[in-house]
């Protein structure tokens, strides 16, 4: 069964670190783009930062440069997103999909949700003192 899952969301304080998970189960994620995204209430979805297959390139939301990092460890299965100096407004629900565009191009990935193939629950992010 294809499935990601999401974890390591919470509650922070403003200035805070956090580091999401999204491990899958069901395929191999070293061949597929990894984004994540976000979507806070009364929001439509936001691409927040994404990383592709072999070469690991990434790229990320201009709201979030500079203090999230996304990477990934094929080893497990996982990519991660290191989200430091939280703010107030990068309260969402956090969300990583799969893009199967990684299966025959290894530099590219996106930040629109379109192409991506598996999506996982979601995890609450909440940035509040």
């Known amino acids: 069964q294809v499935q990601l899952v999401e974890s390591g969301g919470g509650l922070v304080q403003p200035g805070g670190s956090l580091r999401l998970s999204c491990a899958a189960s069901g395929f191999t994620l070293e061949h597929y783009a990894i984004g994540w995204f976000r979507q806070a209430p009364g929001k439509e979805r936001e691409g927040v930062s994404c990383?592709?297959?072999?070469?690991?390139?990434?790229t990320y939301a201009d709201s979030v440069k500079g203090r999230f990092t996304i990477s990934r460890d094929n080893a497990k299965n996982t990519v991660y997103l290191q989200m430091n100096s939280l703010k107030s407004e990068d309260t969402a629900v956090y969300y990583c999909a799969a893009d199967p565009v990684g299966q025959v191009l290894s530099n590219i990935c996106v930040l629109a949700g379109g192409p991506y193939e598996y999506w996982g629950q979601g995890t609450q992010v909440t940035v509040s003192s």
């Open positions: 990383i592709s297959s072999r070469d690991r390139r990434t």
